[in-house]
C-alpha cells in the first residue's frame, strides 16, 4: 500500500529553519527512490533533492547545496528535510514523493507515488 504523509511546513523569516517529514509505508519507503520536489506558483515543479533509500545515497539540486540536508530513520520509514538559511525564493509547496525505480538523480521530479504536500513560506 503507497502512503506519503507530509508535515512540518510552515512560515519562517529569510535566515531561518524548518524541518520537513515525511512519513511512508513499508512498501513505499523501502528500496525506493524518494525525493522531495517544490512548486511555487506559476512555477514549474523542481526536484530539490532525491535520495536512494537503500544505501542513503543523495542527490541535491545545486540551488539548495550547502543548506538543505535530507536524512532518513529507517526504523519509522521516514526521511526529513532540514532547511536551513532559508531564502523569499524557497517558498512553495513541497511534496515528498517515491518511486520504485532504480533512476535516481539530481532534480528528479518523475517520481509515481505522492504526498499530498506541505507549505513552506519564507518572508524577507
Known amino acids: 500500500q503507497v502512503h506519503l504523509v507530509e508535515s512540518g511546513g510552515g512560515s519562517v523569516q529569510a535566515g531561518g529553519s524548518l524541518r520537513l517529514s515525511c512519513a511512508a509505508s513499508?512498501?513505499?519507503?523501502?528500496?525506493?527512490?524518494m525525493g522531495w520536489i517544490r512548486q511555487a506558483p506559476g512555477k514549474e515543479r523542481e526536484g530539490v533533492v532525491a535520495?536512494?533509500?537503500?544505501?542513503?545515497?543523495?542527490y541535491y539540486a545545486d540551488s539548495v547545496k550547502g543548506r538543505f540536508t535530507i536524512s532518513q530513520d529507517n526504523a519509522k520509514n521516514t526521511l526529513y528535510l532540514q532547511m536551513n538559511s532559508l531564502k523569499p525564493e524557497d517558498t512553495a509547496m513541497y511534496y515528498c514523493?517515491?518511486?520504485?525505480?532504480?533512476?535516481?538523480?539530481?532534480?528528479?521530479?518523475?517520481?509515481?507515488?505522492w504526498g499530498q504536500g506541505t507549505q513552506v513560506t519564507v518572508s524577507s
Open positions: 513499508a512498501y513505499t519507503y523501502m528500496r525506493s527512490c
Open positions: 535520495i536512494w533509500t537503500g544505501d542513503g545515497s543523495t
Open positions: 514523493a517515491a518511486d520504485k525505480s532504480y533512476d535516481c538523480y539530481s532534480g528528479q521530479t518523475d517520481f509515481t507515488y
